[in-house]
């Protein structure tokens, strides 16, 4: 057999730590805190049903939906984008400067092929999204962890490191951060802006769970504060309409769309063209305002359920972020419980399973981080669930720290 | 701004290559010879507005639809390729086998993301699919162009070209090759499937077009003669269902496939579901022979339509291809007649355009390769309008030539 390309074996380790994850969502027969998906409740399935009968006809939109699309995407969806998700939360930009991809998770990809070599530095988050820290390890990149807060990124880090490891990009979820849930603060966010200008690098906000807001008031795009060209919006469909469909969007300068479209025609040609039209005509028909807020209404409820489930349970001294959104909490364990050790237990006496937090932490932070973390999900499971099984863990973790103490 | 990665600049002369064929797909007031994209009568209207109602509901298949697939595809799709594409035509593989892509040119993407390094020697085809020859180019790969004639790829040259470049693989559109129409012989798919073990080079079987056959025998997969796990098939469902569904797939090895879906993970994560499960039922539902027969049907009178008109009307001196099926004719003007300069040409006084037959010259070919050549799509046109704008044309050439002999 042939010999695989030198990014196979780069990418390893964050393929080993991202399945961790992903199997435990293909196993049904455990309950798992561990995922990141929409509830089985949160699709708009009488919708779909209706819009699918009107686009799948003869006529403009049906041949749209079926024929090879641009790769810049659907001009209806690009305008829904424009109008209905970032013009409403204070970003106005032109068509020109939105282009649709597959997923959430694209941007990264495409942003990777468009910027990196092998070797190049990027500033991270410190945790970070293991999926993303798979994108950037597959195109060989170095990461440089820096510090958060309970405001996210600390500016005064990230810009010395910005003079120190000249970094490609700065990737960052500003809102309801994954894992963590925490949100950068205004102040944060218009200083990110200026340093992107400041030493002309560019910053990726990955932004998907903004829409998804509990309690609080919402605060601006990074990209809002963009006076250089070097913020770029990425963006995700799957929170909000579904993931199955594939769907998410870039919002950058018109020169990087352009050389985007190029990398897009390299990967897949272009999006899907199917869900790109049932999607458009959800927004155009001017659902989404009722679906976000019964979407809104039913992650509260859960993640309501799993707070107080930890407060009620956990051993004194563990310590949770409470997220004002998005789809998880951060829990802390008190020194002595080691969660990365014990997920095998857990998952063998309990029946279920959570987000290690070790596997959140990039190289370059030091070893054994995060091993006394988890990554909790509340938007998958109803509050019953939630609140039988995270007393149980909490009971388990409890009867552990007694037995460490003895 | 920021500095892109060196693969940028490396693809850009086969970026500019491409853009001749997708720009005039975009531009509506033009009669574009030059695409290739199903004819707007062959998309399943009616049988999706049935599935739709069927899958867009609470239940398990609903579910599939919209929630985040594994990176190997939906199990229901998978079953279909393996019992109703590749079993009836003497191809029998295991689910773990079949990995589903976002259509058809995914599977370059994700085969080059593997197997290749900067420098590393691929064998094309001459000419070969300027789309794929664009996404070797992202992946900085050098071309070594081998020989066709009318029963596809010269295996002398392949096997010389093997010794001398240790290319990372091979590949092929065996079956009405794009650009040409041309079909490998089924001695050649063995000797092909042979030297790959012999040689233990990756042969990439790029099979889109097989299904739409007009006249003539099946030829079995060159995967069929696999015997070292080196033949790798790539396929697409954009001919035979919607090029918007954005579904294709890869057979190969477990072990492949494995690799290829952490790949898949740091690409887009997984093929979208909502098409996935929407094909999935068309197929086993049994509406895929009378739909094929349909397509064939269709296809094969534009077929005849277009090498009716180039024989009235053509210059003496002019060859082209007889496609048995697929979307394209190869044409080859007489001398003194150079397609490639004349197409602005074409364009401003017919307002017709075809596939430059230059820019299917990969790097490595002779200066002014193809110049002569047309590619000439005649799946999205209806009869009449062939008719009449390929005799506008053979008058055309005619008069150039006259003109060019004075």
Known sequence: MSHYAARISAMEGEVQKLKVLTESLVNPGIVSFAGGAPGKEAYPFDQLREIAQEVFRPGPMGYESMKYGSSIGVTELREEIRDKLLAPRGLSVKLENIMVTAGGIQPMNLLSQLYLDPGDSILVETPSFVHTSMIFKMFQANFVPCAMDDDGLVMEDVEEKIQKHHPKFIYTV?????????????????????????????????????????????????????????????????????PGARLGYIVAEPEIIDKLCNVKLGTDTCTNTVTQCLCAEFFRKGYYPDHLRRLCDLYRSRRDALLRAIDASFPEGTKHTLPDGGYYAWVELPEGLNASAMKGEVAEKLNLCYGDGAIFFSEGTPAGSGCNCMRLNFSGLDEETIDTYIRKLGAFFCEKLEEASK
Do not use: C, H, W
């Not at 951060?177 to 944060?188: D, F, I, Y």
């Not at 218009?190 to 932004?207: G, S």
């Open 174 to 242: 500003p809102t309801f951060q994954n894992p963590t849930g925490v949100t950068m603060s205004l102040e944060r966010r218009k200083r990110l802006a200026q340093l992107a200008a400041q030493y002309d690098v560019v910053v990726l906000e990955d932004d998907p769970y903004r829409e998804i807001r509990y309690s609080g008031e919402t605060l601006p795009y990074i990209k809002s504060f963009d006076t250089s060209g070097n913020v770029i919006l990425a963006n995700s469909f799957s929170k909000i309409f579904s």
